[in-house]
């Protein structure tokens, strides 16, 4: 079984790892050139497969959590030396990992014989703020999926004749790609980013020639060699490993994973609740599907799958929240973020969430939308149907690519992930739906275990069984739940609505939601208490190729912050969320229309609302008392006074107040909810009031 150092409490500490460290460890040694072997063995097979999944698609498998994964000896020991074994496969090979991840973005080069669509050669296949933004990453992964099976085969034939053969054989045929849940609770004691992904540049492996510590597949990658020409600028054409919050952008850089671990363990429960929102108040694939924002939409529907996907991008990437050096990581900038290999464990997360939410609203999918942003084979303005061609991956050898129609069931690639087992998407009889039923019940209630710990729903259920609220009852003014709920589950929550220019800044950036004033020091940001959430903005370096500029250029994106947490905490009292002036000074401001008007202040101090008050700044409702109610007339006048933004590059920039962010409007909206009253549903949501304008 794959070993790594000595588990470890909460974050990482001291784990800075150098490419040149990453680099010392190579591949597993089978007593033979493994690599050579398998170059010949895909020169003898079609240069380019039929995406058709593990097995051709013929027998479902589970894909599970990595760290459930990990718990399996033999499939975890094949996962790394197949990750591995891939790793060291020829570049030049469409099948080597630079080959499959170079499909997404860099180095722009013809895959499968799909040429680029004039003037579009300096881009990816990949399909950002796009209707088909799930549906062409669904084949990406089986590709993977299935380049990766086919190679743990291999490797299990290579252990030595008898029953250690046979085990790992029987595992090999188990094996489906992992996830990386990064919005449940870890494991206690446990950061977020597994300790297997962060922890360390190197792996002690129990192969088929013994045990060897071998580079850690997980950790990083090297390129083989580094083409710096395709990689356009620096600090890209000069690191040769893909780095995770890296400390310089020089040759000296490191990845920094311990920040990326706080960072992700900072933003847990804002990840968690966007995630419980998408499930449960997003039944329009349209609005659920891309974060491409269009005007005069609901305000209910400013988040979606790609919103809360480009966060996770931009804190595995690092950078922009306690960063004290000058440069994101691969993972922040789209076109060299699939080379790092937590990009694949984070999009088998994005779909399981797309297929997860498929059971939930089977009926909504693909809509004809215009293509805001070109890809290598689809211009700006095209139109994107369920029948476009989900380039470059093949449904059969006459040149026929998968559609999203064809790729709406995720099961006939051969995998499914646990929630689902028993969810029937198609049904032809009373008996069949009511199956069906009871196992979408049994997926809201996988939803509320995983993702609705930290909202309300949950909240109101244990007050329920305790008998102190439910249908009908009058509620105590002095029970600290009575003033979140109504007696039959009805309470407010609160969003923070957020839209930009997707290439505002040039390049990923962050905007963070503060109750109260940020630390003057960003670095103590991803410590600070008093932090409610993030929304990452997953861009391009502004030296990207022209044609994929022009359409990020122009696009606007949304997202959301949730502040309903934080100020339940402070309704009941629990004081995490409680507010602090910070050491900021300067005088006070009115935003208007994204341009920060009248700020003066030291870092840490953001922007506020509009209308808020001229008073000394320590001098706000609440300061030392809890939240009297959810209601708008409590509620409007903290936030009003008390929250605050802050948005810095991935790069470490803060922006300075009295900036200019193009597009940039951050507006407060309500909604009316009733909790889900047993775990097997989930919560009814009304429709989303606008409230004031932060920016």
């Given at each position: 079984?794959?070993?790594?150092?000595?588990?470890?409490?909460?974050?990482f500490l001291a784990l800075l790892a150098a490419h040149s460290v990453l680099a010392q460890y190579g591949a597993y040694d089978y007593g033979f050139d493994a690599a050579k072997l398998i170059k010949r063995q895909l020169a003898s097979q079609e240069p380019v497969p039929v995406v058709r999944g593990a097995e051709g698609g013929e027998t479902i498998r589970l894909r599970q959590e990595v760290r459930q994964l990990e718990q399996d000896k033999e499939l975890w020991t094949l996962y790394i030396l197949g990750l591995s074994l891939m790793q060291f496969t020829d570049q030049s090979s469409p099948v080597s990992w630079y080959g499959i991840t170079g499909i997404h973005g860099i180095p722009h080069q013809t895959w499968g014989g799909v040429t680029p669509t004039p003037g579009n050669e300096e881009t990816g296949y990949c399909t950002h703020s796009s209707i088909l933004f799930p549906t062409w990453h669904r084949p990406y992964l089986v590709l993977y999926e299935q380049v990766l099976y086919n190679l743990i085969q291999n490797i299990a034939k290579w252990w030595p004749e008898g029953e250690p053969r046979k085990r790992y054989q029987a595992a090999a045929l188990r094996f489906r790609i992992p996830y990386w849940d990064w919005a449940s609770r870890p494991p206690s004691g446990q950061s977020v980013l597994p300790l297997s992904v962060g922890g360390s540049p190197y792996v002690d492996v129990n192969g088929p020639s013994g045990v060897q510590r071998i580079a850690n597949p997980l950790f990083g990658y090297s390129f083989k060699p580094l083409n710096a020409t395709a990689f356009l600028q620096d600090p890209w054409d000069i690191w040769t490993s893909t780095l995770r919050s890296p400390t310089t952008s020089d040759y000296n850089a490191q990845s920094n994973n311990s920040l990326v671990a706080m960072n992700f363990d900072q933003n847990l429960d804002s990840l968690g609740q966007r995630l419980y929102i998408l499930f449960s108040n997003y039944d329009n694939y349209s609005t659920f599907s891309n974060n491409a924002w269009i005007p005069y939409i609901n305000n209910g529907s400013y988040d979606s799958l790609e919103a809360l996907h480009d966060t996770v991008h931009n804190l595995a990437g690092g950078g922009g929240i306690g960063q004290p050096n000058a440069q994101g990581g691969h993972m922040a900038y789209i076109p060299y973020s699939s080379f790092d290999p937590i990009f694949f464990l984070h999009h088998a997360m994005v779909d399981r969430i797309f297929a997860i939410w498929q059971s939930l609203y089977p009926a909504s999918y693909v809509t004809p939308m215009q293509a805001y942003i070109a890809s290598y084979t689809t211009s700006r303005g095209e139109f994107q149907t369920a029948a476009t061609p989900l380039t470059p991956f093949y449904f059969n050898e006459n040149g026929?690519?998968?559609?999203?129609?064809?790729?709406?069931?995720?099961?006939?690639?051969g995998y499914n992930y646990p929630e689902l087992a028993g969810v029937s998407g198609s049904v032809s009889n009373s008996q069949s739906r009511a199956l069906s039923r009871r196992?979408?019940?049994?997926?809201?209630?996988?939803?509320?275990?995983?993702?609705?710990?930290?909202?309300?729903?949950?909240?109101?259920?244990?007050?329920?069984?305790?008998?102190?609220?439910?249908?009908?009852?009058?509620?105590?003014?002095?029970?600290?739940?009575?003033?979140?709920?109504?007696?039959?589950?009805?309470?407010?929550?609160?969003?923070a609505n957020v839209r930009v220019k997707k290439q505002a800044l040039d390049g990923?950036?962050?905007?963070?939601?503060?109750?109260?004033?940020a630390p003057k020091d960003p670095k103590e940001w991803a410590s600070a208490k008093n932090h409610v959430g993030s929304m990452g903005v997953f861009a391009s370096d502004e030296r990207y190729g022209q044609s994929k500029m022009a359409g990020m250029n122009e696009v606007m994106v949304s997202g959301t912050v949730p502040l309903t947490k934080a100020l339940v905490e402070k309704v009941m009292g629990t004081r995490r969320f409680s507010v602090t002036t910070g050491t900021g000074g300067g005088g006070r401001g009115r935003s208007v229309g994204g341009r920060f008007v009248g700020f003066g202040g030291e870092l840490g101090a953001g922007f506020r609302g509009e209308g808020e008050s001229e008073g000394e700044q320590d001098e706000w409702e609440g300061q030392e008392a809890v939240l009297r109610s959810l209601d708008p007339k409590d509620v409007e006048?903290?936030?009003?006074?008390?929250l605050v933004v802050n948005i810095v590059k991935v790069d470490g920039k803060v922006v300075m107040h009295g900036s200019y962010v193009e597009g940039l409007g951050i507006h407060v909206v309500s909604s009316m909810v009733r909790a889900a009253r047993v775990e097997e549903e989930l919560p009814a949501w009304g429709e989303a009031e606008g409230r004031f304008d932060v920016v």
């Open positions: 079984m794959a070993r790594f150092p000595s588990p470890i409490a909460l974050l026929t690519f998968w559609t999203s129609d064809m790729v709406r069931d995720h099961t006939k690639f196992a979408r019940g049994r997926v809201m209630a996988a939803i509320n275990r995983l993702y609705g710990p930290s909202t309300p729903s949950s909240l109101y259920r244990k007050e329920l069984r305790a008998g102190r609220l439910g249908p009908g009852k009058k509620v105590p003014g002095n029970l600290p739940a009575g003033r979140v709920f109504s007696g039959n589950g009805q309470y407010r929550e609160w969003i990923p950036f962050f905007v963070h939601l503060f109750l109260g004033e006048p903290f936030l009003r006074r008390n």
